[in-house]
């Protein structure tokens, strides 16, 4: 069964610094992989989705992402932190029954 | 604004009452998905419908139920609630039967059972 991992339930930065976001994919097949934002007290946005064309995938706000198929990686990243960043980041995989499956979130918080 | 519109926004209801969610997707979109979002169990899938038929169930509980109109709105009902049903509940929709890479979600329904 396809499924993600997403390492740090919480990540810590200070404005300006790197964002890196870990997420850890399975699967048997190639996936579909994504990475969602969630504000506070709001729904779900897609952030950035790799369908395997680029490996290097950006997306909104300024966040990119790799994927990296002999590490089975995605990691989420920003070169540089803003205050607007603080939410919950939520990585997810489509399974073969054509639904997403997310991983446990990790919130990152941002420090003046 | 994902064009997927959930209401109510907010509901608080006691313990052993019923609630119904609705979810109206996206234009042209034929898919509905119902997912649940809480701190213990994370974001779940619960039930999908396709142009009005069920397509497939995952975590959800036989007190929960849900259908899709002809006008392609969907309704999620939870019955005999228990305090553990609080939760952040999203509707999502796609074009097709299957999310493939496209997916928008509503901006879900907070539940609070007292």
């Known amino acids: 069964a396809q499924s993600v991992t997403q390492l740090g339930s919480h990540v810590s930065v200070s404005e300006g610094a790197l964002v890196l976001l870990r997420c850890n994919y399975s699967?048997?097949?190639?996936?579909?992989l994504f990475w969602y934002v969630q504000y506070p007290n709001q729904g779900l946005q897609l952030l950035l989705k790799y369908t395997s064309a680029a490996t290097l995938v950006k997306g909104i706000n300024g966040f990119e992402a790799e994927f990296k198929k002999s590490e089975t990686s995605f990691h989420l990243t920003k070169p540089s932190a803003h205050m607007s960043d603080a939410a919950e980041y939520f990585c997810a995989v489509i399974t073969g029954f054509q639904k997403l499956v997310f991983g446990t979130g990790t919130r990152l918080l941002v420090s003046p | 604004d994902s064009g997927v519109t959930q209401t109510p926004k907010h509901l608080i209801t006691a313990t052993g009452q019923r609630v119904t969610l609705r979810c109206s997707p996206r234009s042209g979109d034929l898919s509905v998905y119902w997912y649940q979002q809480s701190l213990d169990q994370g974001l779940q899938f619960l039930i999908q419908y396709y142009n009005g038929e069920e397509r497939a169930k995952g975590n959800i509980l036989e007190r929960f139920s849900a259908q899709q109109f002809p006008d392609l709105h969907s309704e999620l009902n939870l019955s005999s609630l228990e305090l553990g049903d609080s939760a952040l509940y999203f509707c999502a929709s796609s074009p097709r039967e299957g999310m493939g890479t496209e997916a928008f979600f509503g901006q879900g329904t907070r539940l609070t059972v007292v």
């Open positions: 699967s048997s097949v190639p996936p579909y």
